[in-house]
């Protein structure tokens, strides 16, 4: 307009603060999902197994139903690490299929449509956009992970004495800890591939692929050198060291456990550095076009 009209007027409205601008992608991002059928109806099949497990625990405090489990679930009585182990192994691998459908959807079409440098040339910073989007896919595994894991350790301790609640108060930090760690790893994969990935379908696959190349390169490695350090390319092997060292167990009918913790969080964090590099390279307020 012409600047002799002078009806041109500054924005004197309510401004978000600062600390939560952050929030603002994740908002945005995350009401597409809650508008999908899909994701509802995956999340209510990734919580068959804690139910299950809540079914179990009230099993194991009636001693008339004891009676009529199945010797391979009579072995579980004691709910303790292994349960835990169990639990968390589950629910990690559904964590990782569902992070292959919610997160190719996240970054990619701000790429497409041009609207990074929109994001970026506003008072919020790259670390910002990341945060933002990540929430989304950390809230949402969040709900199938350790919130379900903590609910059924708290009906286990309000079916026991005091003492063992307080005896086996560690499991509660083990499972934030171990399903913690894996839900920024898978966020942070979910995102790096969505960020270089611009087809939906493409990037879901890329996500399965990482894992899934990496477990066969891994036994190849293993079979063709005759060692053990293959196994640091199956980020599944990895976390599963860690979630067996928080939990105190052996795992029973696996196979052992052949890297050392320090080993599985150094690949993890490799991992995630590797993850926050491709994310600075594609995430900047600026495109170059040739």
């Keep these: ?3 002799y009209k002078q009806t041109y007027r500054g924005y004197d409205g309510r401004t978000t603060p600062a600390w939560s601008r952050w929030l603002i992608t994740g908002r945005y991002a995350l009401a597409p999902l809650l508008s999908s059928r899909l994701l509802p109806f995956c999340m209510a099949g990734c919580l068959f197994w804690p139910l299950f497990c809540v079914i179990l625990v009230y099993i194991f405090h009636q001693p008339a139903l004891m009676d009529l489990l199945p010797p391979g679930l009579s072995a579980l009585v004691g709910v303790g690490g292994g349960f835990f182990y169990l639990f968390c192994v589950i629910q990690g691998v559904l964590a990782f ?4 459908l919610v997160a190719p959807g996240l970054i990619s079409p701000d790429l497409v449509n041009g609207g990074m440098p929109l994001f970026l040339a506003r008072p919020f ?3 910002e956009y990341v945060a933002g989007k990540m929430a989304v896919l950390a809230g949402i595994l969040s709900a199938i992970t350790w919130i379900p894991g903590l609910l059924v350790l708290a009906l286990q301790s309000s079916m026991e004495p005091w003492k063992w609640t307080w005896d086996n108060l560690w499991i509660a930090g083990a499972l934030i800890e171990g399903l913690g760690v894996w839900i920024v790893v898978l966020s942070l994969i979910g995102l790096a591939v969505s960020a270089w990935v611009r087809w939906r379908l493409l990037a879901g696959a890329s996500v399965l ?3 899934f190349v990496g477990a066969g390169l891994a036994d190849l490695i293993d079979s063709v ?7 640091k390319f199956n980020l599944l092997e990895v976390v599963r060291t860690i979630w067996v060292d928080l939990l105190r167990t052996t795992p029973i009918g696996e196979s052992p456990i052949v890297l050392s913790t320090s080993e599985a969080w150094t ?7 590797l993850c926050l590099a491709l994310l600075a390279v594609r995430i900047r307020p600026f495109e170059v076009v040739r």
Excluded: D, P, W
Excluded at 97 to 100: D, I, N
Excluded at 267 to 273: D, E
């Design 1 to 3: 307009m012409a600047v």
């Design 97 to 100: 299929l569902l992070t292959a």
């Design 125 to 127: 910073t790259r670390f």
């Design 209 to 211: 692929g990482v894992f």
């Design 225 to 231: 050198l005759h060692t053990t350090n293959g196994m």
């Design 267 to 273: 690949v993890l964090a490799i991992a995630a550095g």
